[in-house]
């Protein structure tokens, strides 16, 4: 499924770029009645703030959640991770909330911090994997704007008091 964002810049990929099929994704913000009401086979609608960014998934959000925050991946409640708020079939779109903790610490980082956030999240397994070790500097770039998008949407958030949201899609 493609282009199921409304609103919000289109982010070049996660930092794994190449061909076949993959998990379409994106991180919205939105009220959690208005996700309810969502006719979620039309595209999210444009006043959610929204930016997409391809192979995201819940994992790489809890290992960008274990760099933020200093707490180890395996103690992180697993089931609130990923645990879905709407389903759409087989194929997708699926939702997850993205964790409050997540948010809180997307929200409070500093710009200069994220080179040193993305070169860490760079290297780890969820990105590396299949890739020989290591990222190629233009991506792990390209994965330093979509953690600025991020800690954004994460500002965003706080101020309209409505969750972030994780969907994606095959």
């Known amino acids: ?12 990929g996660d930092g794994a770029s190449g061909s076949g ?28 703030p929204a930016m997409e960014f391809k192979r995201l998934e819940t994992v ?10 200093g707490v ?19 194929e997708g779109p699926w939702i997850v909330r993205v964790r409050e ?16 956030v993305a070169s860490a999240w760079a290297d780890t397994e969820e990105f590396t994997l299949g890739r020989g070790g ?3 500097p233009r991506e792990v770039e390209s994965l330093a704007g979509a953690i600025a998008d991020m800690a954004t949407l994460a500002r965003t958030a706080r101020q309209r ?8 899609s095959l």
């Open 60 to 69: 790489k959000l809890g290992t960008l959640e274990s760099i933020l925050t």
């Open 21 to 48: 099929r993959g998990i379409f994704a994106g991180i919205f913000v939105a009220s959690p009645d208005a996700v309810e009401r969502w006719d979620m086979a039309d595209l999210t609608p444009t006043d959610w």
């Open 1 to 12: 499924m493609k282009g199921l964002f409304g609103g919000g810049p289109d982010r070049p």
């Open 72 to 90: 180890d991946y395996d103690d992180m409640d697993q089931d609130e991770l990923h645990a879905l708020v709407r389903a759409g079939g087989e």
């Open 134 to 136: 290591q990222l190629p």
């Open 101 to 116: 903790v997540l948010v809180t610490a997307l929200a409070a980082l500093e710009d200069g911090r994220v080179p040193t």
């Open 161 to 168: 008091g409505d969750p972030m949201y994780l969907l994606m």
